[in-house]
């Protein structure tokens, strides 16, 4: 209950916000160390700035999303408000994105201005940005080195107990892999979904091989072609229709969501249009529109560095544009999510489900059934 002998006061807007703090935050070092500052350094600090804000709130908005799913029980209806903060996360990422061109309105002469003023400070620096990355579920064996050194090399020693901790404890990645693990409707009174599903590939690639070899446009060698795109059980389907197949490709790093979950993830994908899983099927999405934002973000963030550098070396001593645009390319988090693609088949495919089945994903299963 509320503390009945606590009273409202009244606030100024200023004083909430604390303005003073914030506005009274740029310094730039031209103005400290010329006679004549650099007109754009303003800028730049201003918008790294607003960088920090937005990290702090992605924090905020993962933070309460991993206490949702950390339980062995997840309710219902925190699926909903877990989906409504990732759209949050996503909208967000779409302006720091966006804060890039206002960066760019900035030329390579103006930012030389005050370059030589910024060493050794570095983006790489950012310790909510590895906050943020750590939360996702981005792990020190998937990053790429730093200057040859961890990535926790640039932060005090309380920082990189900070993120070693975090890294220990459950991540985003973590807590919706073991909420996939769980998903009640692999087995069913009788309904196996992976034999199902198995049937459904076979008799598709069969209609389609079937169709490639009956073509009278194609030549042989054409055939031959699309028949080794078309692919068959024995090639990227192996991944859920053998365990031993999955098991070898998390060990090569090919894949990392495990099997279990990621059969769940499949169902989910495949049967979206069912009502009780149209919610999961919403948050999986928006975990992919995450990452997808994230490595836009990456790649737009070396195309700038390239524009403003060229292949200069960094400030914090990096190989500046060809590190950021590996990261792009290398620290994706979610990839197994977006493979799902790969295993999809079309609606008219799809297996019956029982008669039962429709009813509980029709909203008649609870905890208790």
């Not at 908005?61 to 759209?87: C, H, P, T, Y």
Request: charged share 25%.
């Amino acid at each position: 209950m509320p503390d009945a002998t606590k009273k409202y006061t009244t606030i100024h807007y200023q004083g909430y916000l604390e303005l003073e703090k914030i506005l009274d935050a740029q310094h730039p070092r031209s103005a400290e160390l010329e006679d004549k500052p650099a007109h754009d350094e303003m800028l730049f600090i201003i918008v790294h700035q607003v960088y920090e804000l937005w990290f702090k709130q992605i924090i905020h908005e993962l933070g309460s999303v991993i206490e949702m799913f950390e339980k062995q029980w997840v309710d219902e209806r925190n699926i909903g408000a877990a989906v409504a903060r990732l759209e949050r996360v996503v909208e967000i990422q779409k302006l720091l994105i966006q804060q890039i061109r206002i960066m760019e309105t900035m030329t390579p002469l103006d930012f030389l201005d005050f370059r030589n003023y910024l060493f050794p400070a570095s983006g790489f620096q950012s310790f909510q940005f590895r906050k943020v990355e750590v939360m996702m579920g981005l792990r020190s064996g998937q990053r790429l080195t730093y200057n040859q050194a961890p990535y926790t090399a640039v932060f005090t020693d309380e920082q990189r107990r900070e993120l070693e901790e975090m890294e220990n404890n459950n991540t985003l990645f973590e807590v919706v892999e073991a909420w996939l693990e769980r998903t009640p409707f692999l087995e069913f009174r009788g309904f196996h979904f992976l034999e199902y599903y198995r049937s459904a590939v076979q008799k598709m690639l069969e209609r389609e091989r079937s169709a490639i070899g009956s073509s009278e446009y194609l030549s042989p060698e054409k055939k031959e072609m699309r028949l080794q795109m078309l692919g068959s059980t024995d090639t990227y389907f192996q991944s859920v229709l053998d365990p031993a197949a999955h098991r070898q490709m998390r060990r090569e790093g090919k894949l990392r969501l495990s099997y279990k979950a990621s059969i769940a993830a499949l169902l989910i994908n495949l049967y979206r249009d069912e009502p009780i899983l149209q919610m999961p099927f919403n948050l999986l999405m928006r975990l992919m529109d995450m990452d997808e934002a994230l490595t836009t973000w990456r790649y737009r963030h070396a195309q700038m560095v390239l524009r403003m550098l060229g292949r200069k070396v960094g400030t914090g001593g990096s190989s500046g544009y060809d590190y950021l645009q590996e990261t792009a390319a290398k620290h994706h988090i979610f990839k197994d999510l977006h493979n799902i693609s790969t295993l999809l088949i079309p609606r008219s495919e799809l297996p019956e489900l029982p008669r039962e089945l429709k009813e509980e994903l029709g909203f008649h299963y609870s905890q208790k059934s």
